[in-house]
């Protein structure tokens, strides 16, 4: 009676026995790093043998610092049927952050998901031997997706779910050789792939000028593939918008709610917006139009992207017998706007286009904006400063500029508007033609009136269509 009892007794506690992890170099705790700042220690520990590991992967020009300083990481645990595993759903994922380069190359992003999978291949075998079996959830932003598609490639286990937010779609083509690495680009071994993208972010699409570039993945054999439309609080986001607050404390219910009842729609635009106080963490769900017209150019909103109709899928509406009667009653009581290409894509307001203008000219100036006039440079400042993915992704133009830590968005006048496009903006040339055509209509809005500005800078009026 005492051997069983001791028995019970030990087989008690290695329920509730903690496992250590000595992570691979570049991989740390998230929390740590977002409580410290620093990564100290590279052990990481954890209660259940049946854990689900979080990954983070930071995109280019940025860290897992600066990646975890933009949110405030949530301790809610999995989605009840996440996984339709009851060992799995409802206990707190083990948040981990993984940090590449960040530089905006082929060899970093490649060399990046090889050092990615090779680390969580090592991972997976330290818990083989402690007896432990993951799920593992990947997350990334911008090209920090990329970094995970490339890390699928040589992965040893399969990637349960993987969430892009803000990707640019590399050289999709399932035509490409395998194994080369044109081919790497291509996600493989993940069951669930979301690609979460916005219709004003154009650094999704500047990232992806190749051949093939386009907002979303077509059809790719052997994963199940969503393309999801975000919209926060009904709004469009920004590129660093992908990552907020709202999308860290709500993307794994909405990955939850998307998989469970929408089976058969793979091409979806959902909004977050937890402000109602019956309706927290739920989402709005309406399968994507591209026939819609867009308001902007009078046209079918595929024009402004090619190679989407090649990949439009053409099912029908979602069945209403895919939803509960409750999730039913509360979509259409909550959530009775449509979020097609109408109304959403006006709020693609002249601030959405002053940051692709300050990302994609001004920043690239870098130090050189330090020997303007002063008065070019108060301009600059008013013009770019209050934007926070300006200053991330263009340190040293902000040293230059000497932008504040914090600042407002500014209307500019006339007379800004000639200083900012002779001095500051004509002197990016005919790198101008390589912005999104938005902001290019923005730069022609601005610096066309100016004679000034294309006398002194013929090739950037040129560049942008003066």
Known sequence: ????????????????????????????SAHQIAQTGTCSSNKISFASNNPVFLVLVHGTFSNSQQFLKEVT????????????????????????????SGKNEDRARIGGGKQLAQG?????????????????IMMGHSHGGNVIAVASNFIQEPIDYALFLATPVLRYNEKIKSNTEQDLYLPKSIKNLFLFYS?????????????????????INGINLYNVRLLLEGQEPTHSGLY?????????????????????????????????????????????????TNPLTGGSTDALWPNWETYTYTQKEPDENELSQKDRQLFYNF??????????????????????VCIGAVGKLGSALAFLPSDAKDTARKYCCWSTEFKSNHPNATRALGCPLQAAPTQLGLAEDELLCTNVVG????????????????????????????????????????
């Open 73 to 100: 990481l949530s301790h809610d645990p999995i989605p009840d049927v996440f996984f339709n595993e009851t060992a799995y759903d409802n206990q707190e994922p083990v948040k981990i952050s993984f940090g590449w």
């Open 199 to 219: 219709m004003t972010d154009f650094v999704q699409t500047s990232g992806a000028l190749t051949e093939n570039f386009k907002r979303r993945y077509g059809p």
């Open 335 to 356: 959530y009775k706007k449509e979020f097609l290409d109408t109304a959403p894509l006006l709020d693609r307001t002249a601030q959405g286009i002053q940051q692709e």
């Open 1 to 28: 009676m005492k051997k069983l009892s001791l028995l019970l007794t030990l087989s008690q506690l290695s329920i509730y026995a903690d496992y250590t992890l000595m992570l691979p170099n570049d991989f740390c």
């Open 244 to 292: 907020a607050q709202l999308v860290e404390d709500h993307i794994l219910d909405l990955c939850k709610k998307i998989k469970v009842f929408y089976k058969k729609n793979k091409n979806l635009v959902a909004n977050i917006d937890p402000e109602h106080p019956n309706a927290d963490k739920l989402v709005a769900i309406k399968k994507y139009n591209p026939q819609a």
């Open 120 to 136: 969580l291949n090592d991972i997976l075998q330290q818990c083989k031997k402690q007896k432990v079996t993951p799920k593992i």
């Open 427 to 466: 002197l990016a040339g005919r790198t101008l033609v390589a912005l999104p055509q938005s902001a290019k209509n923005e730069l022609k809005r601005h610096c066309c009136r100016s004679a000034t500005f294309k006398q002194k800078h013929p090739n950037a009026a040129k560049a942008i269509g003066c």
